[in-house]
T-cell receptor, first 114, second 115 residues
Framework: LAKTTQPISMDSYEGQEVNITCSHN???????ITWYQQFPSQGPRFIIQ???TKVTNEVASLFIPADRKSSTLSLPRVSLSDTAVYYC???????????????FGQGTTLQVKP | GAVVSQHPSWVICKSGTSVKIECRSL??????MFWYRQFPKQSLMLMAT?????????EQGVEKDKFLINHASLTLSTLTVTSAHPEDSSFYIC???????????FGDGTRLSIL
């Protein structure tokens, strides 16, 4: 499973756009990139998943360059409630023959200030 | 709404007690579920893969006789911490994908405190 590297922490202010970059130099051809959010004493919550280029949903965007060795999670106009730990994971799709297990890195603790 | 449910959400018990944690998939069948452990200020650590109808697959360093996993139905996996001691106190979380190839959904975790 590809190892991921993220900044340990980031600070931002309400209303700003936050970009969290994740490095995954050893990503394999069949690997997908998935981001999760975790609040204290809760399980991780799925944010977004992508394979290449750009993916956007109602809460975030995911930018993936052509070489796929990194990815950037973009959170538009963050609020205090976005303060959480964000995890970037790289893994085979469950349906690709892999068991689907996920190996979590250290994650990025985002602190949003008023 | 929640698609993976854990019970209990919090348990406190005496050292030497065995504790069972349930993980249920709601409105979908999960042939595979995953169990994680998370210590304060740390990331999630995968403990084992729970397979319906067969033995669980444990990660290196996880004692299978200490952490018993049973996946007897397509909607329920249980983790039993046997003869729990204070060092087993942690936050235990389960997950499952709704469909193969889809992202996993996580339960809200179980806070285990051993006195």
């Amino acid at each position: 499973l590809a190892k991921t590297t993220q900044p340990i922490s980031m600070d931002s202010y309400e209303g700003q756009e936050v970009n969290i970059t994740c490095s995954h130099n050893n990503i394999a051809t069949n690997d997908y990139i998935t981001w999760y959010q975790q609040f204290p004493s809760q399980g991780p919550r799925f944010i977004i998943q992508g394979y290449k280029t750009k993916v956007t949903n109602e809460v975030a965007s995911l930018f993936i360059p052509a070489d796929r060795k990194s990815s950037t999670l973009s959170l538009p106009r963050v609020s205090l409630s976005d303060t959480a730990v964000y995890y970037c994971l790289v893994a085979l799709h469950h349906g690709s023959g892999n068991t689907g297990k996920l190996i979590f890195g250290q994650g990025t603790t985002l602190q949003v200030k008023p | 709404g929640a698609v993976v449910s854990q019970h209990p959400s919090w348990v406190i018990c005496k050292s030497g007690t065995s504790v069972k944690i349930e993980c249920r998939s709601l409105d979908f069948q999960a042939t595979t579920m995953f169990w994680y452990r998370q210590f304060p200020k740390q990331s999630l650590m995968l403990m084992a893969t729970s397979n319906e109808g067969s033995k669980a697959t444990y990660e290196q360093g996880v004692e299978k006789d200490k952490f018993l996993i049973n996946h007897a139905s397509l909607t329920l996996s249980t983790l039993t911490v046997t003869s729990a001691h204070p060092e087993d106190s942690s936050f235990y979380i389960c997950s499952a994908p709704i469909l193969p190839g889809q992202p996993q959904h996580f339960g809200d975790g179980t806070r285990l405190s051993i006195l």
